[in-house]
């Protein structure tokens, strides 16, 4: 299993609960997950946080592309379903990064591949550079698996050179990471899929290479529109600092605020007096008023 299974809760983000309650919220003594005595197992208090590790997300920048122009080889061409191809034999590197979604035109961006194919892409940096870290573009062809769901069954290892022989593993990618995974400064698509993306590999530290191989196992119709390499890809704590209502710093002079049910905070008087217009009924809690105003 995985570690971050082992946490319970919603560990991947996506509102489904992985097993039992969510932190917090009320045990039903009906909905089952007491001992085998028939009782409900330990309460949980509502409202009272059940402590662990407060999450940060991650904003991510990445370094110079060294791969970008530079030439490289395949040992397996590119098929020509729904529009891909390699017609120059410069796609993979000319810094043209298809979309962070599978199916349309992102096949007319790409290099393809089909079930079952195996193939080296190997860049040749021109002379050996130190390699901080990796992407590859990669989607859906057909079908189009959501990475966030984690139906990616195809694999990515990057292996590097300084002599174009010999050839050592500088790990793989991650291609189902998880919401948590991802970096704050990722604007998903509407639907919150991923059926392509630019996956990273960071390496924990640099190494010197000049020949890069993205060693690529297809299982499905598979789409890749670049591979990169970078100086350096970084990841930082980056905290949103979403501040509540009631969080006015003391002695600021900012005036109170409430949320509507939107979400949109409003000044706390202005919210007052709209709540009684134009229909009688209260867009706000008269909780929230009360308390924050
Ligand atoms: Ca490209």
Known sequence: MRPDLLTGGDARGDGQALDGPAPGLPVDPEAGGGDEQGSAGPAVEVGVDAGG???VPRWASYGRNLAVGRSYTMSVPSNDNWGA???DGKRLTDGIVGPFYAGGVTP???LGWDDGQV???TVDL????RCGGFRIHLGGGWPWWDALKGEVKDTVEVLTSTDGEQYSSAGSFDLNPRRKDLPINLMLPDEETLGAYLFDLALPEPIEARFVRFHLT??????VSEVQVLDQIRSEPFDLRIALPDERPPGSGEAPKVLTPNGRPVPAPQAQANSAEPLGEPVLDPFRISVLA
């Open 108 to 110: 007319m961006y790409c």
């Open 119 to 121: 193939v080296d892409i």
């Open 85 to 87: 191809g390699d017609p």
């Open 126 to 129: 021109g002379e050996p550079q």
């Open 53 to 55: 590790e407060r999450f």
């Open 218 to 223: 297809a299982k499905r119709s598979v789409c």
